[in-house]
């Protein structure tokens, strides 16, 4: 008998012992024995009271043994949001947010970095990460854009399938045995969700986040591409969307799911909802109907955050009134079931996965992982001005140099949101070192000057300013959405107080997205977009601010001037541009560049 037919009646074995309450996955951490819960998630705020990898690895290691007590002893399916590396816990390596990451467009570093982050997952309890976001991006007004690697099809779909490809591993697995230091990969969220229509938002002011698309066929296609590639490439989940297509919601869509994900795409893997994703549904009566639709539009596994036991009874009363047939929720379990037995975790019964895991410990921010984070800094970082060959510094004769703004020593705006916390926070949130850290230990012979506001800037003394703009507050979702993207009064102000003096000033900006603001970066000498860069930013920033690493990274997307136009408008910085140094201008000769200027689509 082959894997596959083992597989089958490994599956159907257990189905034919299920009871209804059996098959509720749903996320809570006291009713796992009881009530036969088979899946728990930590959503972007679901850490343990340590958080620590090791934290969390007690306390999965108490699910699982609870879980292991329930009647059929079917072991959990543990989930979270490793966004952009192992984020969710403290302690370990955060890399560059996807945005970054397409600034790079480098298929082999991501897939590395993916690697890194299954083994940092994994080594947790974590076996199942809610990663990669493959959202093919419009409007960067949206507030999800830095978790897309940007607006080209092409670069996100050979991106995404790279960072499917070093979680899940390449190696040949052998039958219900899990390859140590490897999570099942997630891609998200099918389909259209970088496409909204802006005003169509339905959270917060309802700008863009989970809005409508509204596109051709031709158009549509670049949104389904990335899904297309991620099912040939074996992604063994995908996450549906908030959003609608054409005013459908996708959680409700049995066209898009079943017809084409399921029948055009091939896709044979698990299908889950986003968070509670059934409860938006603007059609159906009730829960219980919401719920139906829902499940009869193909999705597996529905999310709930809360309220489980009235989960159940829903799910009771649709199978009771036929609004849900019982073969319909057997195929949802199967997927269920061979999603975990293809992680092995069945075999951990025997082994026990805090035991598995605790090698893979050692592996977290180890030097390998630190040196690889600072190297997908330093190649996402685009360089869109440096007047008069100002960048990179010359170290030898750089005696004082100024720095302001409070991007530049804070490491929760270095990494963004999804870090540590679903919508990331201010402050030290973290291990990491922020720009002023790298600054002072990468330029010993320099007086390196703080002022947050730039009230201490004093021309006759400083020969260099940096000035930091970063987001602020960090975001996540619908609470990044912007009508526009100003920096704000503050941060101009502080680009009027440092300017027009005979200083040169290098802006470094941090945030998930380009900044319009033409009249303030006319001002300035250089303009650095570092994004997101995560825990080894400062780092990978004064790498390129010194020239010890050259910037070769593009734009991933166009920042239009009319941003209600994106496609129609002409571009401030157009997706592609990116300067290098000249090999002239690393030897310290004054070869002339480019100026800021106005570029076509």
Wanted: aromatic share 6%; proline share 5%.
């Amino acid at each position: 008998m082959n894997n596959a037919a083992l597989v089958h009646e490994f599956v159907s074995t257990l189905l034919s012992s299920y009871f209804v309450q059996d098959k509720a996955y749903v996320k809570d951490k006291n009713d796992l024995a009881t009530l036969g819960i088979g899946s728990v998630i930590s959503g972007g705020s679901g850490q343990p009271f340590e958080n620590s990898p090791a934290g969390f690895r007690e306390m999965i290691g108490d699910y699982q043994e609870a879980a292991l007590r329930s009647r059929l002893k079917i072991p959990l399916l543990y989930g979270g949001d490793a966004v952009h590396g192992m984020s969710l816990s403290k302690e370990t390596t955060f890399f560059p947010h996807n945005i970054g990451l397409g600034a790079a467009n480098d298929p082999s570093l991501i897939e590395a970095i993916a690697r890194a982050t299954a083994i940092e997952t994994s080594s947790t309890g974590v076996v199942w990460a809610f990663s990669p976001c493959v959202a093919v991006v419009r409007d960067c007004r949206w507030g999800r854009t830095y978790e897309s690697f940007g607006e080209d099809a092409d670069a996100v779909t050979a991106n995404g399938v790279a960072h499917i490809k070093g979680l899940q591993g390449t190696a040949v697995q052998s039958w219900g045995v899990r390859i140590p230091g490897t999570v099942a990969a997630c891609a998200k969220h099918y389909v259209g969700d970088g496409a909204v229509t802006f005003g169509t938002g339905q959270m917060g002011a309802k700008i863009l986040d989970r809005g409508d698309v509204r596109l051709g066929e031709a158009e549509f296609e670049e949104q389904l591409r990335p899904y297309r590639e991620a099912v040939k490439a074996g992604v063994m989940s995908i996450m549906v969307s908030f959003s609608s297509v054409q005013g459908k919601q996708m959680h409700a869509h049995r066209e898009l799911i079943e017809g084409v994900l399921r029948q055009e795409l091939g896709f044979q893997g698990l299908v889950v909802s986003d968070w509670a994703g059934h409860e938006q549904l603007r059609d159906g009566e009730g829960p219980v109907e919401k719920l139906a639709l829902c499940i009869n539009a193909g999705v597996d596994m529905i999310m709930i955050p809360e309220h489980y036991h009235a989960y159940q009874e829903h799910m009771q009363e649709a199978l009771v009134g036929g609004l849900i047939s019982p073969a319909r929720l057997d195929e949802a379990c199967a997927r269920v079931l061979r999603l975990k037995h293809k992680l092995g975790l069945f075999s951990s019964q025997n082994t026990p996965i805090q035991d598995q895991n605790q090698a893979l410990l050692a592996k977290v921010r180890c030097p390998a992982h630190l040196a690889l984070a600072r190297r997908a800094v330093q190649k996402s970082i685009v360089l869109l001005k440096n007047r008069a060959c100002v960048l990179p510094l010359r170290k030898q004769i750089l005696r004082h140099l100024f720095v302001c703004g409070k991007g530049a020593d804070d490491m929760g705006l270095t990494c963004g949101g999804w870090s540590t916390s679903w919508q990331g926070a201010c402050g030290p949130i973290t291990t990491g070192t922020t720009i002023l850290s790298a600054l002072r230990e990468g330029l010993p012979d320099t007086q390196v000057t703080y002022d947050a506001t730039g009230e201490g800037f004093k021309p006759d003394q400083h020969q260099m300013v940096i000035l930091v703009v970063a987001e602020d507050p960090p975001y996540a979702e619908w609470f990044g959405d912007r009508t526009d993207l100003y920096i704000t009064a503050q941060e101009q102000l502080m680009v009027e107080r440092v300017t027009n003096q005979g200083v040169p000033v290098i802006v470094v900006q941090l945030a998930g997205r380009p900044l319009l603001d033409r009249d303030n970066w006319a001002k300035v000498d250089a303009l650095l977009h570092a994004w997101l860069p995560g825990s080894e930013g400062g780092y990978g920033i004064v790498d390129i601010l010194c020239g010890d690493a050259c910037p070769d990274g593009k734009m991933p997307l166009g920042l239009p001037e009319d941003l209600d136009v994106p496609k129609a408008s002409r571009c401030m910085f157009a997706k592609g541009r990116g300067m290098t140094y000249d090999d002239d201008v690393v030897q310290g000769k004054n070869v002339p560049q480019p100026s800021l200027q106005r570029e076509d689509t």
